[in-house]
């Protein structure tokens, strides 16, 4: 398969430019849209326009704002011209005339749009006969996916000849994490029969979840565009409307109260969970479930009541981020792991090491135990000896100031998992497909729709030639005409689609000395049902979690007392990954995936304010590079060495808690949200110079009154 171009190179004859006119407002309703005489050859697309549904498929996503406006920056309309100067002219003499409400929500109110509740045994009632009671309010931030190249779509008629008899077409070309979702959006939208779209995948680069529907967004409005004008349509969001309107990680608080006994066992938790999803509320039921699944991390509670809601807000709609909440949930009982710990002055590895078992997750006798994930990990990073060293350090610095150019140390360990697919499945009920041929000519063919920047082409033909014997130059990945494979996201693509890829080859090799060639097999996700189970309690559904992946990570950080920046001295991950195909790629994505995990933690500090990110936190944006990560040491640990497992999520699901641990540790205080501003170190330092200037005042008063 040749390298795929990207979007800023793909320019169709005759082409007309696409720019959005967005909603100035959070929330009302839309009057009208004021724009100049429009030269020739220009063009206002609005709502009335719209042939098919105006709605996003599978979601009530409207493509143009027709009455109600619900976020800053909604599309209300789209100004079409062949002049790109021309049009950014005219845009700025356009106005979306809307009776403002007064009443926009940008944070979780008591009104949630949807909830979930888990109660097991008595939690309540366990908390009034306790002893020890450890409370803890975890946030998290959004974060920001900052494409490489913003999102976009380019769309036009493919015109046929009367000799060739044939319906007209359309070609969508975009960068997408699922063309099929593309596909049936851009039908829907325009009243057409899905097989006349034809979407054709540009090189889609990093994309950390941010391109599943919003890509099918962007090429509906920019299809509608060529639908009205017969036209070329090409859109392109500039890097201020990608910043500032397109989706990003959604924030999440959790509050969790627990009860400790006197040996240090949890007898009662009380978990409540806020998100907040913003406009129109995407993926909801699949966000909520995998929130609260992070929520209870690898431990067993006896007492249980959780409590789980989400949040429909006049904000841009918020979504995943390499995955879809259970990093969030991760770190909330993390942390709260980690300051029972401390409440209890216990190492809080050796607290793990009592209390984890990845069987909660999923009873599979060949999982790798909590003691060899937390045994690898501490061994690798000299854990025990630093945080003995650490601790001492930071009992003695309750008796006085840091002195000038001592940089407090400080060591944290953290457990995580992901799933390898998702929980929930749409009209298509999960039903994904891959289709390999051996041609005539002695070619392999392989048929998905799935795309990716990690060159899964590269495993696929390794594996197709080692099973049906023949050189990996002679096997080929198409994914024009190919059926649908599903959305590549979740890990699907090195665990559900590569097992369909064997299957097919392992049929073929069977088939290709009795049946004449080409030889064509299809092969189908089947997805499983069933339920993770809590002793006899149902939590919820588990399709996609059968077989997880689990990651221990120690993060050792010391801090900038002058800057209040916290320096990471390194990272060390411990990791069950199942079979791993490539070592070296492996690692390669685990420790991109760190540097994005510490920059959600520390570096990338945006926040909506009135419904808006403020211009200043763009302009002073910035994100991790390789050269900014720390060292980062992995191992792998293989119980379970048959089938690959997705890995890529692992590191947002411990380092952030492991960082923060550490950070806490440093300091001698228990940070407890993300991102870790400078301003949160910054007060804490002027708090205990306060707390130790005092006791020296009221000393050198005595002294002087004498």
């Known amino acids: 398969m040749a390298s795929l171009p990207f979007l800023e190179d793909i ?13 100035p407002v959070a929330k009302g309703i839309l009057k009208s849209i004021e724009v100049p005489p429009l030269p020739e050859h220009f063009t206002l697309v609005t709502a009335k326009d719209i042939p098919g549904e105006n709605r996003l498929y599978e979601t009530n996503i409207p493509i143009l704002a027709e009455k109600n406006l619900s976020y800053i920056g909604e599309p209300a309309a789209v100004l079409l011209g062949y002049d790109k100067t021309k049009l950014e002219n005219i845009m700025t003499m356009c106005k979306v005339v809307a009776e403002d409400d007064d009443s926009p929500v940008f944070h979780c109110t008591d009104k949630p749009s949807a909830k ?75 009243g057409l029969d899905p097989s006349i779209i034809t979407v054709e995948p540009t090189a889609l680069n990093l ?60 007898n009662a938790s009380i978990i409540d969970i806020s998100v907040n999803l913003g406009a129109y509320t995407v993926n909801e039921k699949e966000i909520l479930d995998q929130i609260c699944f992070g929520s209870l991390g690898f431990y067993k509670f006896n007492n249980l009541k959780l409590t789980a809601r989400s949040y429909s807000t006049n904000i841009p ?12 949930g991760l770190f909330a009982v993390e942390r709260h792991i980690s300051q029972i710990a401390d409440t209890l002055c216990t190492d809080p590895a050796e607290l793990r090491k009592k209390y984890l078992d990845p069987r909660i997750i999923h009873p599979l006798k060949n999982l790798t135990t909590g003691d060899e994930l937390l045994d690898t990990v501490t061994k690798m990073s000299d854990y025990y000896r630093k945080w003995s060293s650490c601790e001492l350090l930071r009992q003695s610095r309750k008796e006085k100031n840091p002195e000038k150019g001592e940089y407090p140390r400080g060591i944290g360990i953290a457990a995580g998992f992901q799933g390898n697919g998702l929980l929930h499945y749409g009209e298509d009920k999960g039903n994904y497909t891959v289709e390999v041929t051996l041609t005539k000519e002695g070619t392999l063919e392989i048929k998905s729709s799935i795309t990716s920047p990690e060159n899964f082409n590269k495993i696929w033909q390794k594996i197709a030639s080692e099973i049906i014997s023949i050189q990996p130059d002679m096997v080929r990945i198409i994914t024009d005409d190919a059926p649908d494979s599903g959305p590549s996201c979740a890990s699907r ?61 120690v993060v050792e950080v010391s ?68 050269l900014d990560t720390p060292p980062v040491q992995i191992e792998f640990l293989s119980a379970d060495s048959s089938e690959p497992k997705g890995i890529g999520e692992l590191p947002f699901s411990c380092i952030p808690a492991a ?8 300091m ?38 004498k």
């Open 11 to 23: 320019f169709p004859k005759n082409l007309l430019y696409a720019a959005i006119i967005r909603s």
């Open 116 to 190: 979930k509740e888990i109660i097991v045994g008595d939690a309540v009632g366990t908390f009034e006969t306790t002893g020890i009671v450890v409370t803890g309010s975890y946030r998290t931030g959004i974060q920001d996916h900052w494409y490489a190249e913003p999102a976009g779509a380019s769309s036009w008629w493919n015109l046929q000849t009367e000799a060739d008899n044939k319906e007209k077409t359309m070609t969508v070309r975009l960068a997408t994490q699922w063309p099929y979702h593309v596909k049936k959006s851009v039908a829907l939208a325009l």
């Open 207 to 266: 994309h950390m979840d941010g391109k599943l529907w919003y890509s099918s967004f962007i090429a509906c409005i920019a299809a509608l565009g060529t639908y009205i004008t017969n036209k070329p349509v090409r859109l392109i969001l500039n890097k201020d409307e990608d910043f500032f309107f397109t989706p990003k990680r959604f924030s999440s608080h959790i509050n969790i109260a627990s009860s400790i006994d006197e040996k240090g066992g949890i």
């Open 317 to 328: 709609p918020q979504g995943p981020f390499s995955g879809f909440g259970l990093a969030q």
């Open 493 to 553: 693509n090195i665990t559900a689609i590569t097992k369909l890829v064997e299957k097919c080859c392992v049929a073929i090799r069977k088939q290709r000395f009795h049946d004449p060639l080409p030889i064509s097999v299809r092969r189908s996700v089947k997805p499983q049902s069933g339920a993770l189970r809590y002793d006899s309690w149902k939590v919820m559904d588990i399709n996609g979690f059968t077989k997880p992946s689990l990651a221990a990570a």
């Open 559 to 626: 801090i900038d007392m002058f800057d209040c920046v916290p320096k990471v001295r390194g990272i060390w991950l411990a990791v069950d990954g199942g079979k791993i195909i490539s070592k070296h790629r492996a690692k390669r994505n685990l420790t991109r995936a760190a540097a994005q995990a510490l920059g959600w933690a520390f570096n990338e500090d945006i926040e909506y304010v009135n419904g808006i990110l403020p211009e200043t936190q763009y302009n002073n944006f910035a994100i991790f590079s390789l």
């Open 659 to 666: 960082f923060m641990q550490a950070v806490s540790q440093a």
């Open 668 to 705: 001698d205080h228990c940070f407890k949200s993300i991102p870790l501003k400078r301003n949160d170190i910054w007060e804490i330092i002027k708090m205990k110079n306060d707390l130790h200037a005092a006791p020296q005042a009221a000393k050198s008063a005595a002294q002087a009154n």
